[in-house]
């Protein structure tokens, strides 16, 4: 909901869960969003055959897939695989929304612990995540294709005893 005007940013957007039909449209974002890294078709194909420890969403504003994301659930740890929103859509809170889904399945799931991997060039990204509650833990150099360091970040969920 946006404070000042009381309007919800993703009014007229619709989340539900991806599916293979989603594939051609999600990986041409894919491709285009993240050319250095992108991730192959095939590996979004075999990734949503695995339902028992994957979660993938869309975001459609009418018939256009507008962003994605995706949630991997090996317990006791959950792991954000992958999230994007198109630049004509970023800062409408899209991406936040997506993080609050992939946070309550993570957390329905009984992840004690939620960890993600960003590009330690992309402060925008690291502040959405800090705002969420996510804390810098580690840094994996030169993990992405060209070059850049990857910073791993965890949210505590199930806090330990």
Known sequence: MNQATGANPLDG????CMTIADLPEVW???????PA???PYEMFAGELTLSDTRNYWVVEDGPRIVAYCGLMSVLPLA?????????????RGIGSHLLVTMIAEATDRSATDLLLEV?????RAQNLYERFGF?????RPRYYRDGVDAVIMRKVLIPSI
Request: net charge negative; aromatic share 8%; hydrophobic share 40%.
């Open 13 to 16: 957007l619709k989340t539900r």
């Open 28 to 34: 041409a974002l894919e491709t285009e969003l993240f």
């Open 37 to 39: 890294d992108a991730w």
């Open 79 to 91: 792991d954000v695989q992958t999230i994007a929103v198109i630049p004509e859509y970023e800062g």
């Open 119 to 123: 590009r330690a060039d992309n402060p």
């Open 135 to 139: 804390e810098a833990i580690h840094r």
